[in-house]
């Protein structure tokens, strides 16, 4: 094998054939990445022109599809272009990027449904004193935190990822730069980077996540106190819709990240992927937002000029 750190790049092997069905496959992805940026885009400029949304928890739903938004622009292009061209290369520099651009999306969003739940805590929990707790200064330093932790991680994992000398093979089993899928690529011994990688990943998924049932949990003591039927079914609206979204976000995060090594498969790990980098934005505004009453009025009024 030959070592060094002088390759100009990889190759992606991608996500489809060339089969019938794989191409069927391929155009569902297309629309759904269509679907999915129109709804981020409409979320985002519904949040901004309306100023009846111009509430911390509709800033946080804004974050939500930025975030959504930069996840399907680092992935679905490049995937879609290696497929329609055959053209599967990718340079070192655009590796990185996919890896940075990525993992900030990714673990921002992690901690962004965590301040979300608080969110939701202190509105269901603590109505009186919610313009207290959730201000405007609040919300912006939570969604700031969200954007830094997300990009710390990124960029420790892209540069050590490329770091690495690789070897002759430079296929890389996946349809965009992952930094596990690269590490095994890599000649060099890398268990020292992926045991930290690994508890990197464990604390950006569990921390926020035990955050997030914490919120839930008291949430749902309070709900279950309320006399008013009216009161417990519209916090009950609310609340399930953000407690699917974590589901779809969390779910398979965890299946790809805190699996033991041994259990890994290429195969498994491309299509959770797809899942969460490509299906997940489409539904996050549709279970979060676009059913709400104050979306809907805000979509009327933008429609009728």
């Not at 673990?107 to 969110?119: I, N, P, Q, R």
């Not at 296929?171 to 899928?181: G, R, S, W």
């Not at 003591?221 to 953000?242: G, N, V, Y």
């Not at 090594?261 to 549709?286: C, E, G, H, Q, W």
């Amino acid at each position: 094998m030959v070592h060094g750190n002088n390759t100009s790049g990889f190759i992606l092997i991608g996500l489809f054939d060339h089969t019938r069905a794989h191409q069927m496959l391929f155009g569902l992805i297309l629309a759904v990445m269509i679907f999915s940026v129109l709804n981020n885009t409409l979320m985002v400029l519904l949040i901004h022109q309306d100023t009846r949304l111009h509430t911390p928890m509709y800033f946080l739903l804004n974050q939500l599809s930025l975030m959504d938004l930069m996840l399907v622009f680092t992935i679905v292009p490049k995937m879609a272009d290696g497929y329609l061209t055959g053209e599967k290369s990718i340079s070192l520099v655009g590796c990185g990027l996919q890896i940075f651009f990525f993992q900030t999306a990714g673990g921002a969003e992690c901690f962004l449904l965590a301040a979300m739940s608080y969110d939701r805590y202190v509105a269901v929990c603590h109505p009186l004193r919610y313009a207290t707790l959730m201000n405007w200064h609040m919300c912006l330093k939570m969604a700031l935190g969200s954007w830094f932790l997300g990009a710390s991680d990124a960029l420790m994992q892209a540069a050590v990822t490329l770091s690495f000398p690789f070897c002759v093979n430079h296929e890389v089993d996946h349809f965009f730069c992952e930094a596990p899928t690269l590490v095994r690529l890599a000649c060099s011994d890398t268990s020292a980077f992926e045991y930290v990688m690994y508890i990197c990943c464990v604390l950006m998924l569990l921390i926020p996540l035990s955050l997030i049932l914490t919120s839930y949990s008291l949430i749902l003591a309070t709900i279950l106190q309320m006399h008013s039927i009216e009161a417990r079914k519209k916090a009950f609206a609310t609340c399930s819709s953000h407690v699917g979204v974590v589901g779809l976000y969390y779910g398979p995060g965890i299946f790809i990240y805190m699996r033991p090594k041994s259990y890994r498969s290429a195969k498994y790990d491309k299509v959770m992927s797809a899942f969460y980098t490509i299906f997940t934005p489409l539904l996050n505004p549709m279970i979060y937002s676009l059913r709400n009453k104050e979306v809907k009025g805000a979509l009327r009024k933008c429609v009728s000029g």
